[in-house]
């Protein structure tokens, strides 16, 4: 691991320099809708789009941070809203471009230094790898779409990493990761009431994503239980809300993994044993009243589960040894990133026109069919370190109180979840490892 000093880099000096002089950005927001009112003409809706996405990049070239925020915000949000613009230009890959470019700005201009480790090199290699193995991919449109998608977390953890001198920053995390996890499980659950889903799922997306997303931010909402005043009631309605609907999902792998964190974070930190009793009890109790204002509703969904889940299974472990194969067969590229469902049926043997799977359902052999073993080394020596560094931050009193131990057991959370599910192109992973990153550069607090 990297030497904490080294992490946090520069001189106060530079690390205050964090923001740029919003005069001449207020000019140029103010010519852009001026420009867009005189293009657009009678149309009031295209003007206030306009306008709107010229205060959005006022606002993000003023603030970097903000524009890293919102891509935070984005990743969990995302399956909520339709792809308009096509696969290509989706709400991660745009914020993720308006993070990193206003992030290249504010740096040329303050010329403040980068801050690299290990972790940044092993994910540049991971990326490096990724665009080698879609130029042999068998749909290079399928692989630069996931590769840019690699890109747009790569470009978070880096970018995130870069705030390791701003004490706020990881709580702003918190509240942002947590704020953005409860309003999709809010939304999820509006579905399911609505007869939209079948579960608590997204729009346009699947239950077992969102139930990843959830179980990975609870920590984060947890661990805000510990903000004095006002906060602390917000923060344990979001609780509650991201606890209801990570468990009406009905998502197995996800709710497996949530309590094998649990019962981490119970032995490990004892001293929250009554907090994380009190949560239990408080979601358990608003989810059965959930549940009675619609049982039918939920038996209906609990049947379904039980009708597809030998086929779940049997699918899945299809998929296991498929990936396995294609790994075996092609160990320093894979197949392609986004590329397995193109060898589902032709590995499985299963015939053409039947079920099938675009994705394995496990991170880890995910990440080994698409990019090889190279790339399995890289993914899993990145979780490792990130882990390691949580811990240290942890046991020497890095960052704010308890948030080490949080972000410690949310990392756990999504490893197991990984086991089950394919995560690697959601943010808990990639954010989640930047916490951890910044965390350990911090000073140690006193006893």
Avoid: C
């Avoid at 740096?107 to 290699?125: K, N, V």
């Avoid at 179980?215 to 209801?244: E, F, H, K």
């Amino acid at each position: 691991m990297a030497d904490p000093a080294t992490l946090r880099g520069g001189t106060p000096a530079a690390a205050a320099r964090t923001s740029l002089p919003t005069r001449p950005l207020v000019l140029a927001a103010g010519a852009a809708a001026v420009t867009a009112a005189v293009l657009t003409g009678p149309a009031p809706g295209l003007v206030l789009v306009g306008a709107a996405g010229a205060v959005v990049l006022l606002v993000t070239a003023a603030r970097p941070q903000v524009a890293l925020l919102l891509l935070v915000a984005a990743g969990t949000l995302e399956s909520f809203v339709p792809e308009v613009l096509g696969p290509q230009l989706t709400a991660v890959k745009v914020t993720g471009a308006l993070a990193f470019a206003t992030f290249l700005l504010e740096a040329a201009i303050t010329r403040r230094p980068l801050r690299l480790d290990r972790s940044h090199a092993l994910l540049g290699l991971l990326l490096a790898l990724a665009l080698v193995s879609t130029l042999g991919a068998r749909s290079p449109v399928d692989a630069l779409s996931v590769t840019l998608r690699y890109a747009s977390f790569a470009g978070l953890y880096l970018v995130a990493t870069q705030h390791a001198g701003d004490e706020r920053f990881p709580e702003r995390v918190a509240w942002v990761a947590s704020a953005a996890a409860s309003l999709a499980g809010l939304l999820a659950i509006r579905n399911f009431a609505a007869g939209t889903t079948s579960l608590a799922a997204p729009t346009y997306g699947d239950s077992n994503d969102l139930a990843f997303l959830l179980v990975t931010a609870l920590p984060l909402a947890a661990w805000l239980l510990w903000t004095p005043g006002t906060r602390r009631v917000l923060a344990g309605a979001m609780v509650t809300l991201i606890g209801v609907a990570a468990v009406l999902t009905l998502s197995r792998g996800a709710l497996l993994a949530l309590a094998v964190g649990v019962a981490w974070h119970a032995a490990t930190e004892r001293r929250h044993i009554p907090t994380l009793l009190l949560a239990a009890v408080v979601t358990a109790s608003v989810g059965l009243l959930a549940v009675q204002q619609n049982p039918d509703r939920v038996a209906l969904s609990l049947e379904q589960k039980r009708n597809i889940a030998q086929e779940n299974v049997e699918t899945r472990l299809d998929a296991w040894r498929a990936a396995a194969e294609l790994a075996a067969d092609r160990p320093l590229t894979g197949v392609g990133p986004g590329n397995f469902g193109l060898y589902y049926f032709e590995r499985t043997g299963r015939p053409p026109g039947t079920f099938g799977l675009r994705v394995v359902h496990d991170a880890y052999l995910d990440v080994a069919a698409e990019l090889g073993v190279t790339g399995l080394v890289l993914f899993v020596g990145f979780l490792g370190v990130v882990f390691f560094r949580a811990s240290v931050a942890r046991r020497e009193r890095r960052g704010p109180p308890g948030l080490a131990a949080a972000v410690r057991t949310a990392l756990l959370i999504a490893m197991v979840g990984g086991i089950t599910l394919s995560e690697q192109y959601y943010p808990p992973f990639w954010v989640l490892g930047a916490l951890a990153t910044v965390l350990v550069a911090m000073p140690p607090r006193r006893a």
